[in-house]
């Protein structure tokens, strides 16, 4: 069974290194004379295969759009079906494309949740770049690290507050053994954002450390956020900047590293234990 570092690590590597791609070889390949001949005669065949490859990537976008579209039309009907087929079913009629959401989307509502949090992910990224464009010109304006990371895990966690009297539905759905892997990516992307727009350009194993670190104070406060009544969530903010703090303050007395991450993973561990109890889902009787 794969441990659930070892998906932690295989989601951050995904987020490292995606973006990146296999640099092509711009030199000519020497060819033989019969090589050459054979290559002749079989050109109208590999065009066609081209031709078809073209075809198949053209069909393959065509849908991957297609299936956003109906998605997009089901976030509505998440207020009254929740995170479910029968949502995304609803969307995909109001777009004329009735009985063809079963076949679209296997996973069923899992699909809505990741389509959710992959678009919010982006809008970070969107945000974080223009906030970095601007302290670029205007650098007065640059925090510290903690303060921008406690900014940006808020800005992400308010776009959750549309769909918060469903989202424990989400987090479930998140939580099943078949839709980890997908969930620790997205998770894993989310973090990389924050951390990359952070300034963090570290090339260690320091660089999961971090990512790691900041994804259990994500979740911990996502859970802490579902069951906060105070005005404007203020008393998750409050949790999520005691969280921030304390690895914060960890961090920067800690004399030795196998320290630090010890004591840094208690802390996190206190978190999430927290927030668990607090929303009633640490029964180990179940």
Known sequence: MISTRHLLI???????????????STSAPRWSKEETAQSEGTSTGQDAF??????????????????????????????SHGWSQEAIAQGAETLGYSGMAHGMFPKGGVELVNHFYATCNNRLEEHLAAKAKEIENNPELKKGTTAFIAESVEERLRMN????????????????????????????????????????RSHD???????????????????????????????????????????HSIAKCARNADNVTKDIRNVVKAGLLTALNIVGMNDRSR
């Not at 295989?10 to 092509?24: E, K, M, N, T, V």
């Not at 990537?57 to 065509?62: K, P, R």
């Not at 053994?177 to 300034?199: K, T």
């Open 10 to 24: 295989r989601a951050f590597s995904i987020a490292r290194h995606s973006g990146y791609s296999r640099g092509l």
């Open 50 to 79: 081209e031709s078809e490859s073209s075809s198949e990537e053209d069909f393959d976008a065509g849908e991957d759009q297609l299936r956003a579209e109906i998605l997009n039309a089901a976030m509505p009907f998440i207020y």
């Open 161 to 200: 507050i549309e769909y918060l009297d469903s989202w424990h539905q989400a987090l479930a759905l998140h939580a099943s053994p078949v839709n980890i892997p997908e969930a620790l990516d997205n998770l894993g992307r989310l973090v990389d954002h924050i951390w990359y727009y952070a300034g963090d």
């Open 205 to 247: 194993f320091n660089w999961y450390t971090k990512r790691g670190i900041l994804a259990a104070v994500y979740k911990s406060t996502e859970l802490y956020m579902l069951q906060d009544k105070s005005e404007d969530f203020e008393d998750t903010w409050a949790f999520m900047n005691r969280r921030l703090s304390d690895v």
